[in-house]
């Protein structure tokens, strides 16, 4: 019902653009988000947006990483730039039934099964 892609191997300073096709009734709820987790860390909220389009983003990601959605499409995007080692991770897109942004994950209800991001310093 969620089906993320995009992700690849990129040198630092680089973009990528990773999308998330949803279903019809899963693309109407409220919020969606993009979540990232690297290895032997926690899975952390990376941004968020709401259907009346508005956003949220975790310090890590603001100024370099834009949330949206399309609703023509079905899809939620996550257009990454300036990305840093750091932010190699997987990357998972995800619906939360609630009425507002929650960042915590066991608060979305659909996830997607992740798309690998690496970057290369």
């Known amino acids: 019902q969620l089906q993320a892609s995009g992700g690849g191997l990129v040198q630092a300073g680089g973009s990528l653009r990773l999308s998330c096709a949803a279903s019809?009734?899963?693309?109407?709820?409220?919020?969606m988000g993009w979540y990232r987790q690297a290895p032997g860390k926690e899975r952390e909220l990376v941004a968020a947006v709401t259907t009346g389009g508005s956003t949220t983003y975790a310090e890590s990601a603001k100024g370099r990483f834009t949330i949206s959605r399309d609703i023509a499409k079905l899809t939620m995007y996550l257009e990454m730039n300036m990305l840093k080692p750091e932010d190699t991770a997987v990357y998972y897109c995800a619906a939360s039934l609630l009425l507002g942004v929650t960042k915590r994950p066991n608060e979305y209800d659909y996830w997607g099964q992740g798309t690998q991001v690496t970057v290369s310093s």
């Open positions: 019809g009734s899963i693309f109407s709820i409220n919020v």
